[in-house]
């Protein structure tokens, strides 16, 4: 019941729901709990060792995994002579944007991102993740082309050249207000939400995807949870206090076919043995045998089959 009036205040009171999430998951995410930007940082997809990482080791695992295939995007990318921005939703303390640009860093080939934008709706990781970020990613980013002094925290999402903008806002309204005019028409968005799109509405969600799909080129990687019903979530995450519902993402693949995504399912229960051919062995490894019950990861793309085919070669 009170999930339900949560999950409904979310939809009408966007502003409402994000306060009430931000004082409710600041009590569960925390450096305790979540897999922190330092971890992510100081680790490689070789070095990972989930038993490591008691709390939350599926979100290290497909951070990871996520990284590797952005990097692979950023790799195709720069063969093609295209450039590339990184929009990460749902940014938490954030470990998926160190590892996507960690990664995208320790290619063989000199890569760079045009623009890096990180969302989220709460105060307190928001807050470590604007403090930490470009101190402890310091000259790792910097030799990404995205200095300190770039740092956004401000305004609509706007992909400015050499910008890393953190915004701590809502993800729907950031993204359906997000002005697209610096994204050449050629430039790759690679946009990567990890344990992220399972609180939003699906109604929300397609508005989020509907917006998405109108800008061209855009690689959309997801690691999350199905139906939301994974043992870690019954036992921890489906509590009325939790902020707003957990909706899981059981129409989510079909919604964004519906907006013209292709997509590729990479790892779930329900395509089992369908392996990342891209993420290395010991994270493939690591991913199976740590996804919950309901994990799944996800490629897709709005661009054309060809644009899919060498995009989401990876798999
Ligand atoms: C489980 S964390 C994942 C964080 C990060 N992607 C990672 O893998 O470490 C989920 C995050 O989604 C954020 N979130 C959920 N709904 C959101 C919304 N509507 N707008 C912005 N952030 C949202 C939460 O605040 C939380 O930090």
Known sequence: MANRVLGEANLRFPDVAGVLADSNYSIYFNRKTMADIGITLDTTPAEINLDEF????????????????????????????????????????????????AAIHGSDRELSLQSVTGIDVTTPLYEQLAKDFPSRAGDKLTSLGIGTEQLVTEGDINFQPGQLQLLNTDVVGAIKELDDKAIGSGDVVIVTAN???????????????????SIPNVVVLIGDLRQNCSEINRCHFNLANNGPLNTGNIYLGRTMGKLGFEQRRILGRARDGFDPSYVQDNLRENLKKKLPDDGFVLAATNGDSDFAQRYLGFI
């Open 195 to 213: 344990y992220g799109l399972h609180r939003i509405p699906l109604i929300q969600k397609r508005q989020i995807f509907t917006k998405l799909a």
């Open 54 to 101: 008691e709390s939350m080791p599926h979100l290290v695992a497909t951070n990871w995994a996520i990284a590797e295939m952005a990097q692979y995007i950023c790799e195709q990318a720069a063969t093609e002579g295209r450039r590339v921005h990184l929009l990460d939703l749902c940014s938490g303390s954030g470990s998926t944007l160190a590892a996507a640009t």
